[in-house]
Protein backbone atom coordinates (compact mmCIF):
# COMPACT_ATOMS: atom_id res chain seq x y z
CA UNK A 1 0.00 0.00 0.00
CA UNK A 2 2.00 2.69 -1.71
CA UNK A 3 -0.33 5.32 -0.95
CA UNK A 4 2.00 9.06 -2.22
CA UNK A 5 5.51 8.32 -2.86
CA UNK A 6 8.40 11.33 -2.81
CA UNK A 7 11.59 11.40 -4.13
CA UNK A 8 14.08 12.10 -4.23
CA UNK A 9 14.37 11.41 0.28
CA UNK A 10 17.45 13.71 0.72
CA UNK A 11 19.32 16.30 -1.63
CA UNK A 12 22.11 19.10 -1.56
CA UNK A 13 22.09 21.60 -4.12
CA UNK A 14 23.96 24.22 -4.90
CA UNK A 15 22.66 27.89 -5.62
CA UNK A 16 21.46 28.60 -9.21
CA UNK A 17 21.55 24.76 -9.86
CA UNK A 18 17.47 23.25 -11.06
CA UNK A 19 16.08 20.42 -9.62
CA UNK A 20 12.79 18.29 -9.86
CA UNK A 21 11.04 16.78 -6.98
CA UNK A 22 8.39 14.15 -8.33
CA UNK A 23 5.36 13.06 -6.00
CA UNK A 24 3.32 9.67 -7.38
CA UNK A 25 0.26 8.65 -5.78
CA UNK A 26 -1.81 5.51 -6.26
CA UNK A 27 -5.20 6.10 -4.51
CA UNK A 28 -7.01 7.84 -7.55
CA UNK A 29 -6.75 11.50 -6.06
CA UNK A 30 -8.39 13.89 -8.05
CA UNK A 31 -6.29 16.80 -5.82
CA UNK A 32 -2.92 16.96 -5.26
CA UNK A 33 -0.72 19.60 -3.55
CA UNK A 34 2.75 20.82 -2.71
CA UNK A 35 3.94 22.18 0.32
CA UNK A 36 6.50 23.28 2.33
CA UNK A 37 7.70 23.04 6.13
CA UNK A 38 9.61 25.53 8.07
CA UNK A 39 10.54 25.47 11.38
CA UNK A 40 8.04 27.73 13.61
CA UNK A 41 6.22 28.81 9.95
CA UNK A 42 3.97 25.55 9.89
CA UNK A 43 3.14 24.13 6.24
CA UNK A 44 2.55 26.83 3.50
CA UNK A 45 0.85 25.81 0.06
CA UNK A 46 3.51 26.21 -3.06
CA UNK A 47 1.26 24.69 -6.01
CA UNK A 48 -1.84 22.63 -6.33
CA UNK A 49 -3.83 21.14 -9.03
CA UNK A 50 -7.58 19.83 -9.12
CA UNK A 51 -7.17 17.86 -11.77
CA UNK A 52 -4.79 16.36 -14.53
CA UNK A 53 -3.39 18.73 -16.77
CA UNK A 54 -4.29 22.17 -14.03
CA UNK A 55 -2.02 23.42 -11.90
CA UNK A 56 -2.81 26.82 -9.33
CA UNK A 57 -0.62 29.23 -7.22
CA UNK A 58 -0.78 28.38 -3.43
CA UNK A 59 0.72 31.09 -0.51
CA UNK A 60 4.21 30.84 -1.33
CA UNK A 61 4.69 29.52 -5.22
CA UNK A 62 7.38 32.21 -6.49
CA UNK A 63 10.33 30.47 -7.29
CA UNK A 64 8.76 26.96 -8.10
CA UNK A 65 7.27 25.68 -11.07
CA UNK A 66 5.00 22.71 -10.90
CA UNK A 67 3.25 20.27 -13.46
CA UNK A 68 0.35 17.61 -14.11
CA UNK A 69 0.58 15.65 -17.15
CA UNK A 70 -0.61 12.78 -15.67
CA UNK A 71 -3.15 12.19 -12.74
CA UNK A 72 -1.24 10.18 -10.77
CA UNK A 73 1.86 12.55 -10.52
CA UNK A 74 2.57 16.18 -9.38
CA UNK A 75 6.13 17.40 -10.03
CA UNK A 76 7.49 20.44 -8.51
CA UNK A 77 10.93 22.42 -10.13
CA UNK A 78 12.92 24.61 -8.68
CA UNK A 79 14.59 26.60 -11.65
CA UNK A 80 17.37 27.94 -9.96
CA UNK A 81 17.79 27.38 -6.03
CA UNK A 82 18.41 29.49 -3.59
CA UNK A 83 19.25 29.46 0.09
CA UNK A 84 16.00 30.56 1.12
CA UNK A 85 14.67 27.20 -0.67
CA UNK A 86 16.10 25.22 2.05
CA UNK A 87 13.26 23.40 3.72
CA UNK A 88 11.30 20.06 3.82
CA UNK A 89 8.97 19.33 0.84
CA UNK A 90 5.22 17.56 1.70
CA UNK A 91 3.75 16.72 -1.29
CA UNK A 92 -0.07 15.51 -0.47
CA UNK A 93 -3.00 14.34 -2.33
CA UNK A 94 -6.83 14.06 -1.41
CA UNK A 95 -10.34 13.33 -1.20
CA UNK A 96 -13.24 14.59 0.35
CA UNK A 97 -12.46 12.02 2.98
CA UNK A 98 -9.22 14.04 3.90
CA UNK A 99 -5.17 13.95 3.07
CA UNK A 100 -2.64 11.47 2.16
CA UNK A 101 0.71 12.87 2.61
CA UNK A 102 4.29 11.84 1.47
CA UNK A 103 7.87 11.32 3.64
CA UNK A 104 8.83 14.48 2.41
CA UNK A 105 12.05 15.25 0.88
CA UNK A 106 14.62 17.52 2.85
CA UNK A 107 16.23 20.07 0.39
CA UNK A 108 18.93 21.95 1.19
CA UNK A 109 20.45 24.81 -1.06
CA UNK A 110 24.26 25.69 -0.14
CA UNK B 1 -6.69 36.45 5.71
CA UNK B 2 -7.31 32.85 7.79
CA UNK B 3 -4.54 32.03 10.56
CA UNK B 4 -4.46 28.80 12.35
CA UNK B 5 -2.96 29.32 16.26
CA UNK B 6 -1.96 26.52 18.55
CA UNK B 7 -1.33 26.76 22.08
CA UNK B 8 1.08 25.23 23.56
CA UNK B 9 3.49 24.86 21.37
CA UNK B 10 5.14 22.14 23.64
CA UNK B 11 3.39 19.92 26.34
CA UNK B 12 5.23 17.15 28.26
CA UNK B 13 2.92 14.87 30.09
CA UNK B 14 3.14 11.63 32.66
CA UNK B 15 1.86 8.38 31.11
CA UNK B 16 -2.09 7.96 31.70
CA UNK B 17 -3.11 11.46 31.67
CA UNK B 18 -5.89 12.94 30.27
CA UNK B 19 -5.05 16.07 27.65
CA UNK B 20 -6.36 18.73 25.49
CA UNK B 21 -4.87 19.92 22.80
CA UNK B 22 -6.23 23.53 21.65
CA UNK B 23 -6.14 24.84 17.75
CA UNK B 24 -7.85 28.24 17.00
CA UNK B 25 -8.47 29.54 13.57
CA UNK B 26 -9.52 33.59 12.78
CA UNK B 27 -12.46 33.11 9.98
CA UNK B 28 -15.23 30.75 10.99
CA UNK B 29 -15.94 29.79 7.53
CA UNK B 30 -14.69 26.70 7.21
CA UNK B 31 -14.79 23.84 4.88
CA UNK B 32 -13.81 21.01 7.16
CA UNK B 33 -10.87 21.12 9.76
CA UNK B 34 -8.21 17.71 9.86
CA UNK B 35 -6.12 17.00 12.94
CA UNK B 36 -2.91 15.34 11.75
CA UNK B 37 -0.34 13.43 13.98
CA UNK B 38 3.81 14.09 12.59
CA UNK B 39 6.73 12.03 14.20
CA UNK B 40 10.04 13.35 14.02
CA UNK B 41 11.25 13.51 10.39
CA UNK B 42 8.44 11.57 9.10
CA UNK B 43 5.32 13.09 7.13
CA UNK B 44 1.94 13.86 8.35
CA UNK B 45 -0.38 10.99 8.96
CA UNK B 46 -4.54 12.32 9.62
CA UNK B 47 -5.98 11.88 12.74
CA UNK B 48 -9.41 12.50 12.01
CA UNK B 49 -11.92 15.14 9.83
CA UNK B 50 -14.46 17.23 11.16
CA UNK B 51 -16.88 18.51 8.27
CA UNK B 52 -17.75 22.03 9.03
CA UNK B 53 -21.50 20.31 9.92
CA UNK B 54 -20.10 18.51 12.45
CA UNK B 55 -19.70 19.02 16.21
CA UNK B 56 -17.03 16.30 16.85
CA UNK B 57 -15.29 13.09 15.11
CA UNK B 58 -14.18 10.21 17.61
CA UNK B 59 -11.74 7.63 16.50
CA UNK B 60 -10.25 5.41 19.84
CA UNK B 61 -8.57 7.30 22.17
CA UNK B 62 -8.69 10.19 20.64
CA UNK B 63 -11.64 12.85 19.85
CA UNK B 64 -11.72 16.25 18.43
CA UNK B 65 -14.57 18.34 18.85
CA UNK B 66 -15.73 22.24 16.54
CA UNK B 67 -17.13 24.83 17.48
CA UNK B 68 -17.04 27.42 14.47
CA UNK B 69 -18.80 30.30 15.81
CA UNK B 70 -16.44 30.66 18.59
CA UNK B 71 -12.77 29.60 15.77
CA UNK B 72 -11.73 26.83 18.10
CA UNK B 73 -11.03 23.17 17.71
CA UNK B 74 -9.79 21.02 20.46
CA UNK B 75 -8.23 17.27 20.48
CA UNK B 76 -8.83 15.18 23.60
CA UNK B 77 -6.45 12.26 24.20
CA UNK B 78 -7.75 9.68 26.61
CA UNK B 79 -5.14 7.57 29.08
CA UNK B 80 -2.08 8.74 27.40
CA UNK B 81 0.98 6.47 26.59
CA UNK B 82 4.45 7.32 25.33
CA UNK B 83 3.57 6.37 21.89
CA UNK B 84 1.28 9.31 21.65
CA UNK B 85 5.06 11.28 21.67
CA UNK B 86 4.35 13.34 18.72
CA UNK B 87 3.54 17.01 17.34
CA UNK B 88 0.30 17.11 16.60
CA UNK B 89 -1.23 20.01 13.93
CA UNK B 90 -4.90 21.10 12.79
CA UNK B 91 -5.53 22.37 9.69
CA UNK B 92 -8.68 24.39 8.77
CA UNK B 93 -10.28 24.08 4.49
CA UNK B 94 -12.17 26.83 3.56
CA UNK B 95 -13.21 26.62 0.54
CA UNK B 96 -14.55 23.52 -0.64
CA UNK B 97 -14.09 21.67 -3.79
CA UNK B 98 -10.15 22.58 -3.61
CA UNK B 99 -9.53 21.17 -0.03
CA UNK B 100 -6.45 23.48 0.17
CA UNK B 101 -5.69 23.79 4.09
CA UNK B 102 -4.17 26.43 5.96
CA UNK B 103 -2.26 24.59 9.11
CA UNK B 104 -1.18 25.78 12.42
CA UNK B 105 2.12 25.30 13.74
CA UNK B 106 1.32 22.23 15.99
CA UNK B 107 2.00 21.40 19.21
CA UNK B 108 4.92 19.21 20.31
CA UNK B 109 3.67 16.10 22.65
CA UNK B 110 6.02 14.29 25.01
CA UNK B 111 4.55 11.53 27.31
CA UNK B 112 7.02 10.30 29.98
CA UNK B 113 7.23 6.75 31.13
Known amino acids: NAGVTQTPKFRVLKTGQSMTLLCAQDMNHEYMYWYRQDPGMGLRLIHY???????AKGEVPDGYNVSRLKKQNFLLGLESAAPSQTSVYFC?????????FGSGTRLTVV | KQEVTQIPAALSVPEGENLVLNCSFTDSAIYNLQWFRQDPGKGLTSLLL?????REQTSGRLNASLDKSSGRSTLYIAASQPGDSATYLCAVSATSGTYKYIFGTGTRLKVLA
Open chain 1, 49 to 55: SVGEGTT
Open chain 1, 92 to 100: ASSSVYGYT
Open chain 2, 50 to 54: IQSSQ
